[in-house]
């Protein structure tokens, strides 16, 4: 009987874009600039963090996803703006990357323990081991994702957590 009765479409909602007001805005961004500034070993270290704190923080207050990450993205790339910073070229971003006429620097000690680095094939090493390798890169990891987690908390916190990164 169902298929009998007549049915028609709801009209589409129509699409409101939502924004936020000057000063939350202006908030918004002085916050994270100053977390972006304090970035190691880049001023780009925390804009993903910065970046799905502000998204995840509009959407638990009912914006849609999309309209929340334009505004995510559009507040850090202007956070970063304001603190100068400029995106490096791919070759520059690159690990083994040195300025034009300069010759790569070649370790002569292991980066985590300090001992001498043994010369194994001409190759230009950082670590002296696997051991040393893994450690270093456990606790590196484990540094990056507390200070993630505290930028992410930070913003998805509310506005009472931003007090400290006021300008």
């Not at 939502?18 to 925390?46: C, M, Q, S, Y």
């Not at 083994?96 to 010759?103: L, M, V, Y």
């Amino acid at each position: 009987m169902l298929a009998r009765t007549p049915w028609t479409p709801r009209a589409a909602e129509k699409a409101t874009r939502r924004r936020l007001n000057k000063d939350r805005r202006r908030h918004l961004v002085a916050t994270v600039a100053n977390i972006l500034e304090a970035g190691e070993p880049t001023k780009f270290a925390f804009e993903a963090s910065c970046r799905h704190g502000i998204r995840s923080s509009l959407c638990a207050q009912g914006w849609r996803w999309q309209e929340a990450d334009a505004i995510a993205a559009d507040i850090v790339a202007t956070a970063l703006r304001s603190i100068g910073t400029q995106r490096p070229t791919w070759q520059q971003g690159q690990p083994e990357w040195t300025q034009e006429g300069f010759a790569p620097v070649l370790r002569t000690r292991c980066a985590h323990c300090g001992r001498q680095l043994p010369e194994i094939d001409g190759t230009n090493r950082i670590y002296c081991s696997e051991v040393c390798s893994s450690v270093r890169r456990s606790r590196l990891t484990a540094i990056r994702r507390a200070n993630e987690d505290t930028v992410h908390k930070l913003l998805a916190g509310g506005r009472k957590s931003w007090v400290g990164f006021d300008r």
